[in-house]
């Protein structure tokens, strides 16, 4: 069979021949139909990421851990943990049973490898309990992730909508998916802190956050009051750090200005997650939720896995 193949970390994967996956006893192989390319994939096979070692601990391996694909039977169904070291850049692959949940019906199998990403959006419900009418602020709006968290705070009833970037392209863009106010974050410090002071009105109630580091440090000083008040609770939502792992958060930043901070975790259970995936579901069969893909043929990998003008597509390729 056909499959992007990886020989040495920090590789690309190549377009190749790789012996077919024979099941064992309680595997299943997948007929593979749609595979998004995502950070964590290629941050895996760059070897930064913190699972480097063990998806790369035999090699030649294939690219990626999750996708879309069919049953023996031809049921459509999203898999993923395929047994190493085959991935799920291929036309075929093998994994546990039972490791793969059908996909709804009419769904584009391009497109439901993207409905997982626009969970995300919907943490500013299950971890920072937010109600229709409230101000939501998208930290990074400009990625694949946060350009549905806007759409995703749209569909929820957020009252405005304030995004960030650094693409001013893609910022002009983000007004006509939901966002009220945009704000680039490739400006100096200052002039940062009071585009983030002069968009927040009455204050932000949510702020979803795909950066972190400077950006969300600039944030954080933005809201200190100038004087004493009884600030307005501001519940931050730690989602990505595009803009860095790691930021130096000066005690005042909590201590006066009413953040609290929080993990996109927060409040998930088995039951919440299959209600809000399902709401997603809902959403994309109605043709309420859109969603931006770009789809490449698997023979194309080579070029598609070093792609940098996406512009907020999400990457998927098709065996």
Known sequence: MKAAVLHEVGGVPRYEDFPDPVPGEDEVIIDVKAVAVENVDKMIA?????????????????????????????TLVGFGNPRLPYGALSERTVVTKGAYAP??????????????????????????????????????????????????????GAGRIVATGRDTEQLRALRAIGADTVISTAVPDDEL??????????????????????????????LVPESFAFPKPTRMIQVGEAAGSTLAVAAESLRTSGVEICGAAKGLDPDTMAKVYGRIVEWTQSGELAFDVVRVPLRDIETAWQRTDLRGARLVVLP
């Open 103 to 156: 996909i709804a019906e009419g769904i584009d199998p391009a497109v439901a490898t993207v409905l997982g990403t626009a969970v995300t959006g919907m943490s500013i419900t299950t971890a920072a309990g937010f109600v229709p009418g409230e101000t939501v602020l998208v930290q990074g709006a400009t990625g694949v992730a946060g350009r549905l968290a806007v759409k995703v705070a749209r569909l929820l």
């Open 193 to 222: 802190a009071q585009a983030f002071a002069d968009a927040k009105g009455e204050g932000y109630d949510v702020v979803l956050d795909y950066l972190w580091g400077r950006p969300t440090r600039i944030l954080l000083r933005s």
């Open 46 to 74: 760059a070897g930064t990421h913190y699972a480097s070692g063990r998806y790369l601990a035999h090699l030649p391996a294939i690219a990626a851990f999750d996708g879309i694909g069919t049953l023996p039977d031809g």
